[in-house]
């Protein structure tokens, strides 16, 4: 079955630069390649996804590439802010409507 | 924006009880979901559901488990003996028919087995 890897465990990056999250997958069948953002006791929350006819994709701050070939892919979030700080977690799955496979998280603190 | 609701938002229960939670779907998604994220960990795939019927199950759903959709607006989570490892926060989730739709997340139910 699909196994994701998730790197970093924990990243801290002060207010205003870059930080960059990857993730590897197992199963060549995975297409559908979402990223949650779970502030502490709340739900994971959906901030962008890309699906394997697409390399990249783009919202305003955050953008996730992606690369078959290699099976792995990267949140980017730019000009980081506080209100960032949360866990990320990747996730693949063979279609959007099948199972989701998580990474094991990403606790990002963005230093005032 | 619609959301998905679950029903208690914290459960405390003795080991060996039976547990039901209950979740509302967004109300025209076809697809409904079970995940668990045990404290400070990821989270797992339990369960789908989808025209009325299992579509897949992970190896943590074992014969303790069940769901249930007994009417048109709730799905529910049963554990019948619980024991001390299934406590964890219970997220139901659910998706939309359309392909680009993207799966939405109730708050979550934390059990806590004692």
């Known amino acids: 079955g699909e196994n994701v890897e998730q790197h970093p465990s924990t990243l801290s990056v002060q207010e205003g630069d870059s930080a960059v999250i990857k993730c590897t997958y197992s199963?060549?069948?995975?297409?559908?390649f979402p990223w949650y953002k779970q502030e502490l006791g709340k739900r994971p929350q959906l901030i962008i996804d890309?699906?394997?006819?697409?390399g990249e994709k783009k919202d305003q701050r955050i953008a996730v590439t992606l690369n078959k070939t290699a099976k792995h892919f990267s949140l980017h979030i730019t000009e980081t802010q506080p209100e960032d700080s949360a866990v990320y977690f990747c996730?693949?799955?063979?279609?959007?409507?099948?199972?989701?496979?998580f990474g094991s998280g990403t606790r990002l603190l963005v230093r005032p | 924006e619609p959301e998905v609701t679950q029903t208690p938002s914290h459960q405390v229960t003795q080991m060996g009880q039976e547990v039901i939670l209950r979740c509302v779907p967004i109300?025209?998604?076809?697809?409904f979901y079970w995940y668990r994220q045990i404290l400070g960990q990821k989270v797992e795939f339990l369960v789908s559901?989808?025209?009325?019927?299992?579509?897949?199950k992970s190896e943590i759903f074992d014969d303790q488990f069940s769901v249930e959709r007994p009417d048109g607006s709730n799905f529910t989570l049963k554990i019948r003996s619980t024991k001390l490892e299934d406590s964890a926060m219970y997220f139901c989730?659910?998706?939309?028919?359309?392909?680009?739709?993207?799966?939405?997340f109730g708050n979550g139910t934390r059990l806590t087995v004692t």
């Open positions: 989730a659910s998706k939309g028919s359309s392909y680009n739709s993207p799966l939405h």
């Open positions: 199963d060549s069948a995975s297409n559908y």
């Open positions: 890309i699906r394997s006819n697409v």
């Open positions: 996730a693949a799955s063979p279609d959007s409507s099948y199972k989701l496979i």
């Open positions: 109300s025209n998604h076809l697809y």
């Open positions: 559901f989808y025209n009325n019927e299992i579509s897949e």
